[in-house]
Nanobody
Framework: QVHVVESGGGLVQAGGSLSLSCAAS????????MAWFRQAPGKEREFVAT????????YYADSVKGRFTISRDNAKNTVYLQMNSLKPEDTAVYYC??????????????????WGQGTQVTVSS
């Protein structure tokens, strides 16, 4: 059984920064492709960023490219999402997702088997 827990959400003013963390346990962490998704009220869940098992490659949605950075520390079983220059339209519940088998980059939520509970990010204008 894989257990996934996100943390680090909160309220920030536009232009500010937040850092999210996602810890996973239950399997060898370095065997997972990791990703972040987000879902705003009334909208579908959308892809944000993904990172390879080794951490050597990353891929971003156009809407966050240049502002967000995904990284991972396999020794700590944790993936991170550093969010800078936040905008009100970044407001959403952010979810960490992982899977053993997806090819990189996979941006479709249904392709990921394991999910965290989500953490709220609110950006005020």
């Amino acid at each position: 059984q894989v257990h996934v827990v996100e943390s680090g959400g909160g309220l920030v003013q536009a232009g500010g920064s937040l850092s999210l963390s996602c810890a996973a346990s239950g399997r060898t962490f370095s065997s997972f492709v990791m990703a972040w998704f987000r879902q705003a009220p009334g909208k579908e869940r959308e892809f944000v960023a993904t990172i390879t098992k080794s951490g050597s490659n990353t891929y971003y949605a156009d809407s966050v490219k240049g502002r967000f950075t995904i990284s991972r520390d396999n020794a700590k079983n944790t993936v991170y999402l550093q969010m800078n220059s936040l905008k009100p339209e970044d407001t959403a519940v952010y979810y960490c997702a992982l899977d053993f088998h997806v090819l990189f980059p996979t941006t479709t939520p249904s392709r990921y088997d394991y999910w965290g509970q989500g953490t709220q990010v609110t950006v005020s204008s």
